[in-house]
């Protein structure tokens, strides 16, 4: 069974009248990659300082790896690095010894110092670029500086608040691969905070939804699909050679058939229980042929959009 690694009970912050987080309740698991994901001004930062122990909530609790957000936060700050949005760094030194000197802070011994740095420089795939001044670094490079810091303290969990925010596309994929190797081959537990839904859709399992400092769903993004599709049974899309009025009808007039979209040669067709043995007998009987059935995959945008519809 995955042990929690965040809890967080009734979670709430409030700066002056402004609700930042609304009791928030959530579990992250041990091993986890798990997207926390909402739109700007929803609360995301204010979270993650909490859960770093940097801000204090207004009420409820929250632990991470065990310790309490309030009264053990110099513990958590020993077991949980965090990525800030917009992170600095010093420019006129090198990327060794930004790392060094962030392992100082951390006392980290010199000789184990060294040879994190080195095989963290290499994670990131900076190792060319070890001994360069940051002021020459890309925004991308300076971002992966960003995560080898974050980690020289060997953390069990990273927080990472929008990690690719103002990247290419490029840069994006780098810090994704980097990111998911971490998660697999290390076992990092990683909290990934972000407004874009492609991208946490593309690195995270779980999900949850944030808007207005409310959790508005945390589910697998399998899961929420699946709430997505909305009634129960499900949709299977159709690509055709050809698809005609009455092909369309005859298909809706199928026993179990709920209803059926249409976009060119595409049709969607949704069925309260399996149909879809019949549903191929009549495209076929119609001298169509059928050149893909697959269910239907909802987006993480769609799933987005729904629950903002709904929340
Ligand atoms: N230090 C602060 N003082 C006052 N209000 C704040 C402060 N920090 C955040 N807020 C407000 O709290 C709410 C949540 O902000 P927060 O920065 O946590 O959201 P976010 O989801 O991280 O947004 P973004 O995607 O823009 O980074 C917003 O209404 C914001 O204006
Ligand atoms: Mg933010």
Sequence with gaps: MPQPIVETRELTKYYGEVKAVDHLNLTV???ELFGFLGPNGSGKTTTLLMLMGLTVPTSGTATVAGYDIVKESREIRRVAGLLPE?????????ARQNMDYIGQLNGIPKPERERRIKEL?????LERWADTKVEKFSRGMKQRLGIAEVLIKRPKIAFFDEPTIG???QGVKEIRDIILRLNREEGLTVFYSSHL??????????VGFIRDGRLIATDTIENLSKKVAGVEGKTLEFELTEVTPELVAEIKAIDGVA?????????????????????????TKHSSVILLMRPREYSLEDIFLKYYEEA
């Excluded at 420089?121 to 795939?125: I, N, P, T």
């Excluded at 059926?260 to 595409?266: D, P, T």
């Design 29 to 31: 698991y041990e091993g």
């Design 167 to 169: 990247l290419d596309p």
């Design 86 to 94: 917009g992170a600095g760094y010093y420019e006129d030194l090198t």
């Design 121 to 125: 420089l290499e994670a990131v795939g």
């Design 197 to 206: 839904l492609y991208e946490v859709q593309q690195t995270c399992r779980r």
């Design 259 to 283: 209803s059926v979209e249409q976009e060119g040669l595409r049709l969607y067709v949704h069925m309260e229980r399996d149909r879809s043995r019949e549903v191929s007998e009549t495209i």
